[in-house]
């Protein structure tokens, strides 16, 4: 079996495990993508209410992390946008990132998201 196909029954492994364990089918998201090329997460966001996304990532596999905000409406007062992150993968493998929407000073998140990442040559 290549590497492709490991990763590939790894990501199906893990999907079905999340399912049993009740995480919801839109909250999780497997990506797959290629060593060394950038690859974006885009979330819907509205910093005027205080809420933004923030991520997890384990730094051996991806690098970066940047993220970016581009409103929808510019003209209208309040409206909301989406958030965009940028990531490099570094390293072969499989691993995750987690992104939580909340204010700052609460310690619930409002919405949380899951991405499993599978990086091949």
Do not use: C
């Amino acid at each position: 079996m290549v590497d492709h196909e490991k990763m590939l029954a790894l990501a199906t492994i893990f999907t079905i495990l999340a399912i049993l364990t009740g995480i919801s089918q839109a909250d999780f998201t497997i990506i797959q993508v290629k060593l060394d090329k950038p690859f974006n997460i885009t979330l819907d966001s509205n910093p005027t209410t205080g809420y933004n996304w923030t991520v997890d990532f384990n730094d051996h596999f991806l690098a970066g992390g940047n993220e970016s905000y581009n409103k929808s409406h510019p003209e209208l007062i309040g409206s909301g946008g989406q958030q965009t992150f940028t990531f490099n993968p570094i390293h072969e493998g499989q691993t995750i990132i987690s992104a939580f929407y909340k204010r700052p000073w609460e310690d619930t998140a409002a919405d949380e998201r899951t991405f499993d990442i599978i990086i091949y040559k």
